[in-house]
């Protein structure tokens, strides 16, 4: 089993609302990872995070913001959320590039109303 | 830009079959390929990964083939299984020669239909 948590798993929301995706790994991970998929689709790298006090946007454009306050801590926070911002957010987090990939988490299904 | 593309969106395959499942890369600086499985519901699950300085690995019912001349990736599954339908992602990184800035760079996926 994979030891990166996400939660919630659903969350339905209404426009304006800020939220803030919760995701915590007990591997020690200094690589952390945010990626937004919409239903069969590729994932799109939004954030990431190469260790505590380091975050960087990824190759999509997004509203979201990230903290990396504590190693096994990257939350993802929306100030005022749309329906545009409805998909599945996933995380994940890597020890050493090339050796595993990534372990993700499993996912929250945001929708925004 | 880069970009990993799969060839086929969708794929059925009669159970016990085996099944391949291709992908394609653009960036020849790619030093390592993941495929990865991702079931309803769930995150991407890693299957097997290969570097760029092999052209085959195998592991349990799947083996990778790399392709390095036509920038191309494969995945075959043997003896197919219900449990194998989901959506398989191949997945190229750039960190064996970046290290410290690698980044997966993800295709779209081809959905795996097994059929009982």
């Known amino acids: 089993e994979a030891d990166i948590y996400q939660t919630p798993r659903y969350l339905v929301i209404g426009t304006g609302k800020k939220i803030t995706l919760e995701c915590s790994q007990t591997m020690g991970h200094d690589k952390m990872y945010w990626y937004q998929q919409d239903p069969g689709m590729e994932l799109h790298l939004i954030h990431y995070?190469?260790?505590?006090?380091?975050?960087e946007k990824g190759d999509l454009s997004s509203e979201s913001t990230v903290s990396r306050i504590r190693t096994e801590h990257f939350p993802l926070t929306l100030e005022s959320a749309r329906p545009s911002h409805t998909s599945q957010y996933l995380c994940?987090?890597?020890?050493?590039?090339?050796?595993?990939?990534?372990?993700f988490g499993s996912g929250t299904r945001l929708t925004v109303v | 830009g880069e970009s990993v593309g799969l060839h086929l969106p969708t794929l059925s395959v009669q159970e016990g079959d085996n099944s391949i499942i291709n992908c394609a890369y653009s960036?020849?600086?790619?030093?390592?390929f993941i495929w990865y499985k991702q079931e309803s519901g769930k995150g991407p699950q890693f299957i097997i990964d290969?570097?760029?300085?092999?052209d085959k690995r195998q592991g349990q019912r799947v083996t990778v083939l790399l392709n390095k001349t036509v920038k191309h990736l494969s995945l075959q599954i043997a003896a197919t299984q219900p449990g194998d339908s989901a959506v398989y992602f191949c997945a190229e990184d750039r960190g064996l020669s970046n290290f410290g800035n690698e980044k997966l760079t993800f295709g779209t996926g081809t959905r795996l239909t097994i059929i009982p």
């Open positions: 995070s190469y260790g505590v006090n380091s975050t």
């Open positions: 994940a987090s890597s020890e050493l590039p090339g050796v595993g990939g990534y372990t």
């Open positions: 960036n020849s600086a790619s030093d390592y």
């Open positions: 290969i570097r760029s300085n092999m």
